[in-house]
């Protein structure tokens, strides 16, 4: 067994109770926030729903610079309601899945340096 492989179950049990969360956001409050200095519920669900994206991209590249000196910066993807919000998340979920399903020996054990406008 994987290093990976090892972590699914406990992956499978966050993806299922986080979209369980999800499916509870209403499309009638999606403009509206907790407190005033803080995003829109439908930001701060958009914001939970792309995370297992970052599995998928951390377990699949050696380095990541979310904004490039020369190229462009991360742009979430444009989600407006709970459908958009739910297809987002099963999309990555099930991505995250398969990379973490595949990740196995040195390079799960390595290093990955993160970086917001790197020039080395």
Do not use: C
């Amino acid at each position: 067994m994987t290093i990976g492989q090892s972590m699914l179950g406990e992956f499978d049990q966050e993806m299922q109770n986080t979209r369980k969360v999800l499916e509870r956001v209403p499309d009638d409050k999606w403009g509206w926030k907790p407190h005033e200095k803080s995003g829109t519920v439908g930001w701060l669900a958009g914001h939970i729903a792309t995370l297992p994206g970052w599995t998928t991209m951390t377990i699949n590249t050696e380095e990541l610079d979310y904004a490039p000196v020369n190229g462009p910066s991360y742009q979430p993807p444009k989600i407006e309601n709970r459908k958009d919000l739910l297809a987002v998340f099963d999309k990555e979920a099930a991505e995250a899945r398969a990379a973490l399903a595949s990740a196995s020996g040195p390079s799960a054990d390595e290093n990955q340096a993160t970086a917001a406008g790197a020039t080395n």
